[in-house]
């Protein structure tokens, strides 16, 4: 049994059911779309399964792939979004903004979130306590350092986390300070949920889904053959969430981007569709996970399981 609080994880299968509450989204919208760029990663390369890593010694031609998306094509990725006046949520692992803080400076000067991906990527199940928690205070003291503001994310997607992250993170955030207002490592619906958070049994934590299917790491896996696949899927995807909210059903999705795989020229245009299908409606609200995260929680404030 662990000795971390694990509610955070215990297993919901009714949700809200056949009757999910309307989100409320601002100005009537029917859809809140929320795009993320994932900053770092260690699959994503143009190799596939040919790749032979071998244990302690470095690859150049790999490390300068992923240099490809800081360099080049985190760039093309924004001036699109800047075009759109879409604001995008950054899941970055803290090394990375150490590594080229001018992409922590822009984000922050342009309206876009900084979500935390922890300090580094990588599976966090098998590391002892000690080195976790090592780990989540590099991350804190990364962003914090990067940004113009000494802002800290106030959101976290680990992608691989272990069932004590949640509460170590809940842990460093109380002791520091900061605020933590929302979790994204979940799958299990289409709108925001309550959960409570470890170690404040009074207060509230906002579990955040993730559209993982709408995740250009697909394309890495075989799962989608094509760019026009992988724009079909997303705007399929759009395309339902809208017509439940024309329905009174609103709802969300996330399209989740790796800067140095989407951001290729033989990409890219994949998600100049999506996003030219996405604004080409009045009635979507793009916004980063935190504005919606906000949004639940004022507009459906936490109640208490004791309450």
């Known amino acids: 049994m662990s000795k971390y609080d694990t509610t955070w994880m215990d297993r919901d299968l009714i949700g809200y059911g056949p009757d999910r509450p309307d989100a409320k989204w ?36 790999t490390e300068s792939q992923f240099d490809y998306g800081s360099r080049a094509a985190v760039w093309r990725l924004m001036r699109l979004f800047k075009k759109h006046d879409i604001p ?18 822009y984000a922050e000067e342009n309206g876009h979130e900084v979500a935390s991906h922890c300090y580094k990527w990588k599976p966090y199940t098998g590391m002892t306590d000690e080195e976790e928690e090592e780990y989540i205070r590099k991350a804190v003291n990364a962003y914090k350092t990067t940004s113009p503001s000494g802002k800290v994310p106030v959101g976290w997607f680990y992608g691989r986390p272990s069932e004590r992250s ?26 925001p949920y309550w959960t409570t958070k470890p170690g404040s049994p009074n207060e509230g934590l906002v579990m955040m889904p993730y ?5 250009d790491f697909k394309f890495w896996q075989g799962q989608l053959g094509s760019d026009d696949a992988f724009a079909q899927r997303c705007i399929d995807a759009f395309t339902t969430i809208r017509d439940e909210g024309l329905e009174g059903k609103t709802a969300y999705i996330t399209v989740a981007l790796h800067s140095r795989w989407i951001g290729r020229p033989g990409r890219f245009q994949a998600l100049k569709r999506i996003v030219e299908h996405f604004s080409s409606f009045d009635d979507v609200w793009f916004a980063t996970r935190e504005q919606i995260a ?4 004022e507009t459906y404030p936490y109640v208490p399981k004791s309450a």
């Open 26 to 61: 601002p100005k009537g919208a029917k859809i809140a779309v929320n795009y993320g760029d994932e900053h770092a990663e260690t699959v994503l390369h143009e190799f596939g399964s040919q790749l032979a890593v071998e244990l302690g010694k470095r690859d150049p031609p």
């Open 88 to 105: 995008i949520t950054f899941y970055a692992v803290g090394r990375a903004f150490e590594r080229n803080p001018a992409v922590a400076k």
């Open 166 to 191: 949640l509460p170590l993170v809940a842990k460093v955030y109380k002791e520091l300070g900061h605020e933590l207002l929302y979790w994204a490592d979940t799958y299990a619906d289409d709108l």
């Open 211 to 215: 559209s993982l299917d709408c995740n």
């Open 294 to 297: 906000r949004h639940w929680k």
